[in-house]
């Protein structure tokens, strides 16, 4: 298994451009996350879904940001517009998440988002 | 909200020296507590959890509840463990695998 996906793995774009960061978790996981990387703040999770269902998005920073999950093996993070403090680097990981364990979390390589 | 403290931002060691990393948690509950380390170049990954109560690659971490610490010690450092370390604990009843992370600490062992 090649493990988690994420693409593109570097973005640059212009602030009020449309930023859409790809994610395909480990096959057989239920559980998916999307985490923000900044020096400033260190990891934050913005939404994590079990199930293919959203269960918690109190970490998304504003409407700008929208999440979905359209099936086992695919999620989109997106966001519109881009401002330039969205700049960080996005992470993506899965487990496989069993009533009251929590599962190992495992991440993808990343994607750096510059917004100029 | 739970909260995972990680104080120190950069620990700097000699090799053969001990480490210990320092962690507090939030209380509420009994939450899970982990360890996670991102090599150079590599993608972050677990270390060790308090529920398996083992030593991986030297390092140990003991939970103590009545500190709410979990705290990451190593006796001697070696140059491989030069790396950006996070502590993070699970989240409560109706969100059990929501993964809170401190800010990590990143470790330079000089030879």
């Known amino acids: 298994d090649a493990g988690v996906i994420q693409s593109p793995r570097h973005e640059v774009t212009e602030m009020g451009q449309e930023v859409t960061l790809r994610c395909k978790p480990i096959s057989g996981h239920n559980s998916l996350f999307w985490y923000r990387q900044t020096m400033m703040r260190g990891l934050e999770l913005l939404i994590y879904f079990n199930n293919n269902v959203p269960i918690d998005d109190s970490g998304m920073p504003e409407d700008r940001f929208s999440a979905k999950m359209p099936n086992a093996s695919f999620s989109t993070l997106k966001i519109q517009p881009s401002e330039p403090r969205d700049s960080a680097v996005y992470f993506c990981?899965?487990?496989?998440?069993?009533?009251?364990?929590?599962?190992?979390?495992?991440f993808g390589e990343g994607s750096r988002l510059t917004v100029l | 909200a739970q909260r995972v403290t990680q104080p120190e931002k950069l620990l700097s060691v000699f090799k053969g020296a001990p480490v210990e990393l320092k962690c507090n948690y939030s209380?509420?509950?009994?939450?899970?507590l982990f360890w996670y380390v991102q090599y150079s170049r590599q993608r972050l990954q677990l270390l060790l959890r308090?529920?398996s109560r083992e030593s991986i690659k030297g390092f140990t971490a003991d939970l103590n509840k009545g500190e709410t610490s979990f705290h990451l010690k190593k006796p001697f450092a070696q140059e491989e463990d030069s790396a950006m370390y996070y502590c993070?604990?699970?989240?409560?009843?109706?969100?059990?695998?929501?993964?809170?992370f401190g800010a990590g600490t990143q470790v330079v062992v000089t030879p």
């Open positions: 993070a604990r699970s989240g409560t009843t109706d969100s059990w695998g929501k993964l809170q």
């Open positions: 308090h529920i």
């Open positions: 209380y509420s509950g009994s939450p899970e």
């Open positions: 990981a899965s487990s496989f998440l069993l009533a009251r364990n929590t599962g190992e979390l495992f």
